[in-house]
């Protein structure tokens, strides 16, 4: 079912929103080669928790961290660990969901380690005109199918492919709430959007094709062909017009060209 929030609901997941954004952000700015994920999980765990909030992530399902830490062809849920120290040219998406209050916010972004390739830095920024080309079609009236549809047409033009494996959701008391937000899609097919949703959109896109197995760990997400995959997300909010971006505190959309 899914669920209409109201003005004061919206608020306490915009705070839980800001919290996210500058948790994310400064670990963010840690990722640097000779640095372990691990080290960049137990940073994000502190922050949350001094904030007096909770890591999400941490236990859900039996998963065993804070943060996701998803390096190279590693789409998602990559489990942090201690011996896997970042290297000059990587990248890595640091994906990380808190409460706060009892309402979350979910979020992700993927950033270089140190110089990386120029096709990865476009893989990144790809990933990112992804999100954003989909949040402008997030208004009351819209539908589930022209987020995705602007999705993969954003990652086709870009010569990438979205993963279709994978998906967004609704959020807000619970971390995956109704409905599924496909990274594909025909616009004008699906739910029709409301004002008061909130959702979480993440393109995941990869440089080569779109498929993905599973790792022996149960968690991990890579990609099959070990082409570099990037991930971005963010928790919104729709309203009567463009909706605006709850993990994004500040953002003023500008008008199209």
Known sequence: MITIKNPAQIEA???SGALLHEV???VAAEVKPGVSTLWLNELAERLIRKAGAIPSCLGYEGFPAALCTSV???VVHGIPSKDEILREGSIIS???VLSL????ADSAL???VGEVSQEKMKL???TEACFFAAARQARAGATLGDIGAAIAATAHQAGCTAVRDLTGHGIGRGMHEDPTVYNYGQPGHGAKLRAGMTLAIEPMIALGGWRVDEEDDGWGIVTRDGSPASHYEHTVAITDGLPEILTLPGFAWREEA
């Open 110 to 112: 993927t950033v270089p």
């Open 124 to 126: 990144i920024r790809t």
């Open 13 to 15: 997941m915009r705070r």
């Open 24 to 26: 994310l952000q400064t």
């Open 72 to 74: 190279d062809s590693r």
């Open 101 to 104: 209050d009892g309402w979350l």
């Open 94 to 96: 640091l994906d990380c």
